[in-house]
């Protein structure tokens, strides 16, 4: 077992904040989109202890901006406003502070496994440290203002990145994403909103951000993720007790093909790594070079790959490219 | 490169001969089919000197004739009439005496590569030796009489196996089967009149037996054999040139699922099969442990592979011991 990362990947929580003496983002001009992100540099610098690092998304390479975003750094939203928008980092890039984005401050972090708590605490903590020095937008009926009303109120979304293979081989992703949706909650894909659930990824979040606190959002999130969680370790338990030989078989395919061939999208690769995950996870293959399998999907992404590779590459040539650092990290299992 | 047998892999001849005083075997009473089978056993013993194995259909378990039918040692048709059939097998497998198929005497020989001649001969060997004894139907413009008018004349059917994976993936196969019938010779699968190309292995042998020489016939079959083989050549060396990524991928994915599949059917085998044997042939992979893959064919078949386990197994128990006795051949190569 790899802990407790098995299903639950990693935790994200982000707050949406406005200043009260500027207009949307939207509609912001690009000298007071500048004045903005100084006034938040400068409280950075006051408040601040942490290393981080500053970008401007017009500084940056489409390549860049994209690596970010498969990495979950960013929102894909940061970077359509490009000359206004820019991202604080931290070091240990558990925290981004986003700058006029949909909002003027978008406050992320990001841990591995099931960690709302945590997560929301790092948040929280941000979140007062610049409140403390900046004039947030607040309104004492309907919480803090955002430029989508769908934010109003908390301004907060939390969600956790679920592996389930299992659910899905049992084609049970339906009607559970129903029962969730039902529940408040929406399911998407690795991506966000109307992305497809690439390698078995799939984000759970809240939908509605008003009329609850955020502890009582979490909470919720929180019991309905450990239900999931359970639900997919049973059905593994099943599979395995059941049809012990065919998941085998399944995950050695992935593994014999990931191991093996020279030419791979990310598409196939992922529901490959997906397979090769679920055979750690469940024992059937040691993962004895100790291979982080969500940290290589995000690797072969296409942008992080050529910006880590610095070259430009095609389509074929990325496939190329894909298949052979897979079998660079796959070289080293003892199998 | 695996010497000749790149795309031929071998070459069978039979020739149908019948014996004067006795009906054809479908007319044939037991009585009789012993007494027919009793003197073709007393010309063996007088006139040959080579090591023959004799068989009963009749003795042998059902599993038993499926195996030497997948080795192509006897006919389907051998099987038929149970009670008056038998077979005299040499030694070393290259001959086979099949006694009441459709004719009382059907004289097989089987040689690997291309190798009409050497085949002819040596059933040319074994027909001078039999006849010498025995009271055969001749007609002096009909030539051998036999079961089926198809067969009158020569009597004589010459086959080739031939391996073409790359006339396959190029969607070449149809209009050369055409190409080829047009010749007046037939292309068939595996096993036969009706049976599928399975792993890419054609039969191409002549159609008709009557109002050529068995010279002219072989003459004729060998020439468009030539030109097939080197087509088919001519094909992988394209492909190598202008494709030779896509290939080398389509060729160590069959590698990487036919080494760590759990679960694999006869038919899926035998396509990856195909692509690991173009692999060594084309030097995409070395074949370090000597792996003779039409002999690992016809290992994987179903009653083969039941007869040599001594086992009876279901279709699921198959595909799991099949991919077994994959994985161990393979497991000797360094890759």
């Known amino acids: ?32 989109a500048d004045k903005l992100t100084n006034t938040v540099l400068d409280t950075m610098k006051e408040s601040f202890d942490d290393n981080y690092k500053f970008f401007r998304i017009r500084d940056l390479s489409v390549k860049e901006r994209l690596m970010y975003m498969e990495e979950h750094l960013i929102s894909p939203e940061l970077t359509r406003q490009i000359d206004k928008s820019s991202f604080l980092l931290r070091g240990d890039e558990k925290a981004t502070i986003m700058i006029n984005e949909e909002d003027h401050l978008r406050i992320q972090t990001l841990l591995s496994g099931l960690n709302l708590d ?24 309907l919480g803090y203002l955002t430029a989508c009303p769908t934010n109003v109120g908390t301004g907060m979304r939390a969600s956790v990145m679920l592996h389930l293979p299992c659910l899905s081989i049992i084609n049970h992703m339906n009607s559970l994403t129903e029962a969730i949706r039902k529940l408040g909650l929406t399911v998407r894909g690795l991506y966000g909103e109307g992305t497809e659930a690439s390698g078995n990824l799939y984000q759970v979040s809240n939908q509605t951000t008003l009329g609850q606190t955020e502890e009582e959002i979490i909470n919720k999130l929180n019991k309905i993720i450990i239900q999931i969680v359970g639900k997919e370790r049973n059905v593994r338990k099943y599979l ?12 050695y395919r992935s593994f014999g093909i990931l191991k093996h061939s020279r030419l791979m999208s ?10 090769l995950k679920l055979g750690f996870d469940c024992g059937y293959l040691l ?22 590779l610095n070259v430009d590459l095609d389509k074929n040539e990325r496939d190329k490219i894909r298949a052979e650092i897979i079998r660079n990290h796959l070289s080293r299992m003892e199998v």
């Not at 990310?266 to 397979?275: F, V």
């Not at 993962?287 to 880590?308: V, Y």
């Open 118 to 141: 945590a997560a929301w605490r790092l948040c929280s903590e941000i979140d007062d440290k610049l409140e403390s020095k900046l004039n947030y937008a607040y309104d004492s009926d």
């Open 287 to 308: 993962n004895d070079s100790g291979i982080n399998i969500i940290e290589l999907m995000i690797e072969i992404m296409p942008a992080t790959m050529q910006k880590k």
């Open 266 to 275: 990310s598409k196939e690769a992922m529901n490959h790594l997906s397979a």
């Open 240 to 251: 395995k007790e059941k049809k012990g030989f065919e998941l085998e078989d399944k995950i």
């Open 1 to 32: 077992m790899e802990s407790d990362q098995d299903v639950a990947i990693s935790t994200r929580i982000r707050i949406a904040r406005n200043l009260k003496d500027f207009d949307f983002p939207l509609y912001l001009n690009i000298e007071d």
